[in-house]
């Protein structure tokens, strides 16, 4: 059992957080969530020992059996798979957990100091996931992942023997993964039971039995006090005066709950346009995009889903011109003006702040300014400091203050939700449904694209196809054929496309069976079924290939 009584921790004259108290069973999963800045990447740093604490005491955590995700990790090995094989585990394990996170076979002989800084963090996860310790703390495990990867952590998770502490935003995983949650505000921290569902009710119920405490309270007091001010002049009621005033002095007085704090996004009712929003015909784009097509209507949600590296922010610089097509032909309906969010924030001049962005694009005054930065809690001399100098949450809302301002009927946003806290991702969910316009939004943000997508477009590799998703039930539309396409090689293209969609499903299996298995030798079975079937994949799409020509 892991048990942390009354830690407190302070930088330099700065409160982090006072007396957090909880305490986690072995076996538990418990999520950490909190505003950014609420000191939950400290606590997990404090655990670990990274990170000494200036109160309190903290039991049942040794070094020896901890496994944490580090932010810039090192390695050491010559290729991926021997920087697995070296904490000391078959070669089956390390590569299913490899596959499950989205790296390729041919990855595997890839020099892991090679790889990006999102790879980067995925193979420290991976690694952590192999040692198979006894606790195992995450900070942010999702951030660098896409829909499928986040899926096999999952699934690894909920079937982890060993405790897990994760601190994240991601309320999918929330939802899915954790049997208690760790609120972190206003220096404090509260355990609350369940999922994310269930914190959220349990909080807001705590919040208002606060509220309502502390307002019986201050009109006790009130009373009290007008007592004592009207009678301690005068000597028949002057001892009943001193009786109420040492009842308030000896008063333990509650504080008042903080107010809640949202992010008032509301964008501007969308202009009429044209029914067909957007239309992509054939779109080539280096070996990246091959030969997509898709129709956007008026009014739609687009989900714009798949893995890391297969060209989806590409399509979306495309859309919006900073990039050119190969070929292909791209039309926007009349009417049409798109907002576009991007996920590096390159429509922000970081040489400029906040305030002079907005005076620049839009002819703000600073009083303007500041009241529509306010709104995404934008304040003081965060709106006066250099672009380049906020963190990756604040440019994110002041490029969302822009968005909002630009009037779009189009929104096209890529990773909206990156480094923002629950309560901004709330209110963008909230804000994205009440729009009236049209979207196309590229996020890994499960629990966003369920409130919000009215339609999903899977983006494959090598083959790009379009996928509807209907009561979560995946069914892939296969491509049409070309009217110049021999009936004979229609026929085989439909057989091959059929045997494709067959052989995802058994992989699919496989997968699933890799993941509750925990017999040694099974898993050896299923670790070479899983190579073959990849394979097979891979020959049927290279046959695929050859008959499009």
Request: net charge negative; hydrophobic share 40%.
């Amino acid at each position: 059992m892991i048990l942390l009584d009354n830690v407190t921790k302070f930088y330099g004259e700065r409160l982090i957080f006072r007396d957090v108290t909880f305490k986690v069973v072995d076996g538990e999963k418990l999520g950490i969530v909190g505003k950014n800045g609420a000191g939950k990447s400290t606590l997990v740093k404090i655990m670990t020992g990274a990170e000494p604490f200036d109160a309190g005491t903290i039991g049942g955590l040794r070094s020896e059996d901890i496994g944490f995700v580090e932010q810039t990790p090192k390695f050491t090995a010559a290729t991926l798979l021997d920087e697995m094989l070296a904490v000391g585990v078959e070669k089956f394990q390390a590569r299913k957990i490899l596959f499950g996170l989205g790296f390729t076979e041919a990855e595997l002989e890839k020099n892991p100091n090679h790889f990006s800084g999102g790879e980067s963090a995925k193979i420290s996860l991976a690694k952590a996931l192999l040692n198979e310790p006894r606790i195992l703390i995450l900070d942010e495990p999702t951030n660098h992942l896409d829909i499928y990867s986040i899926e096999f952590l999952e699934e690894f998770i909920k079937n982890y023997r060993g405790t897990v502490i994760a601190v994240t935003h991601d309320r999918h995983f929330l939802q899915n993964c954790v049997e208690k949650i760790l609120d972190m505000e206003n220096g404090r921290a509260t355990l609350y039971p369940g999922n994310y569902e269930k914190f959220v009710q349990l909080k807001k119920e705590r919040r208002e039995a606060e509220l309502k405490a502390y307002e019986k309270q201050q009109e006790e007091i009130a009373k009290l006090e007008d007592f004592v001010r009207r009678n301690k002049v005068r000597a028949s009621t002057a001892k009943r005066a001193r009786s109420r005033q040492i009842m308030l002095d000896r008063m333990e007085r509650l504080e008042k709950p903080p107010s809640v704090e949202t992010s008032n996004i509301k964008l501007n009712d969308a202009a009429e346009s044209a029914n067909r929003v957007l239309i992509l015909e054939k779109i080539f784009f280096k070996n990246i995009i091959k030969d997509f097509s898709a129709e956007i209507f008026k009014g739609e949600k687009i989900g714009l889903i798949g893995r890391n590296g297969v060209g989806k922010s590409t399509l979306l610089k495309i859309i919006v011109g900073e990039f050119k097509a190969d070929s292909g032909e791209i039309k926007i309906g009349n009417r049409v003006k798109i907002g576009y969010l991007s996920q590096g924030h390159e429509e922000l001049n970081e040489n400029r702040t906040p305030l002079e962005e907005l005076n620049y694009e839009f002819g703000l005054t600073e009083g303007q300014a500041r009241s529509e930065l306010a709104r995404l809690n934008l304040f003081a001399q965060v709106v006066e400091k250099p672009i380049a100098d906020l963190s990756g949450g604040e440019k994110t809302r002041v490029a969302l203050t822009k968005l909002i301002l630009t009037g779009a009927n189009f929104l096209i946003l890529d990773e909206p939700t990156n480094h923002l806290d629950l309560p901004a991702r709330e209110a963008i969910e909230s804000a994205l449904n009440e729009f009236d316009g049209t979207i196309l939004i590229v996020t890994h943000d499960r629990y966003l694209l369920d409130k919000v997508a009215t339609r999903i477009i899977e983006f494959l590799p090598v083959r790009n196809e379009e996928l509807e998703i209907k009561n979560e039930k995946p069914a892939r539309a296969t491509s049409k054929p070309k009217s110049s396409t021999p009936k004979t090689n229609t026929q085989a293209l439909d057989k091959i496309e059929a045997q494709i969609k067959m052989a995802e499903m058994e992989l699919k299996m496989i997968e699933h069976e890799i993941n509750s298995a925990s017999e040694p030798e099974k898993l050896t079975t299923l670790a070479a079924a899983h190579a073959a079937k990849i394979a097979e994949i891979d020959e049927l799409y290279l046959r695929w290939e050859e008959l499009q020509c």
